[in-house]
């Protein structure tokens, strides 16, 4: 099970299953005029970092607001981060976030969610800010993979959005070779965050039912 979890054919199997549920965005489809703001998604921090001197993004979050950025770029949308921390860890994800858009990438940040802790408080408190913002529809930046359990926490609080993905690990699963039995640390970690996926997805479609 160790060998095969550390498999990049293992990752693309799994990230498949969710992935296809999620087509990438087309900054020109007529549908995107209709968004007034570009949300992302919190993913991690680098702590302590002592080239910067203190914590900024980390590699999963600082994916998203580059692709974040970009969306900012060809729609002239501004952007929304979202996420909060352990008062132990320091700033908030969100503040980071909203350093590395403006000082980075020159992408404009209207406001930031910084209370979240999980997807699902993602949702919670975007929500709450989006009302006060007279913000009713969003572009959602977040990986591929986890469209399907944000997407589900979002509508749960009666967010309109359009998703916005980034990073498919499904992508290379059309590729055919030995490679992708070589175990790999990067196929195990990309599969040990699809199973933690698979598991949240799970336990949210559990919890939207009882409430």
């Known amino acids: 099970m160790l060998y095969l979890l550390s498999t990049p054919f293992a990752a693309q199997q799994l990230a498949g299953e969710l992935e296809q549920q999620v087509a990438p965005i087309d900054s020109q489809a007529p549908e995107i005029r209709q968004a007034q703001a ?7 921090r680098y702590t302590n970092a002592p080239e910067y001197g203190s914590d900024t993004v980390g590699p999963m979050l600082l994916e998203r607001l580059r692709f974040a950025a970009r969306l900012s770029r060809e729609t002239g949308l501004p952007i929304i981060p979202s996420g909060g921390s352990d008062p ?30 999980t997807t699902w408080e993602n949702a919670q408190f975007s929500a ?28 749960h609080f009666n967010v309109d959005i359009i998703p916005a993905p980034t990073c498919y690990i499904s992508s290379a699963s059309n590729q055919q070779g030995y490679w992708t039995w070589l175990p790999s640390a990067d196929a195990l970690q990309n599969n040990y965050r699809l199973l933690h996926e698979y598991a949240g997805d799970y336990w949210y479609q559990v919890k939207t039912l009882s409430l």
């Open 128 to 155: 709450e800010l989006l009302k006060e913002l007279n913000i009713s529809k969003v572009l959602l930046v977040t990986h591929a993979w986890h469209i399907p359990r944000a997407e589900r926490a979002f509508q």
């Open 88 to 117: 132990r860890k320091g700033q908030p994800e969100a503040d980071l976030a909203k350093q590395v858009l403006e000082q980075s990438f020159q992408a404009p940040v209207v406001a930031v969610e910084n209370r979240s802790r």
């Open 38 to 44: 570009i949300l992302v998604l919190g993913g991690g």
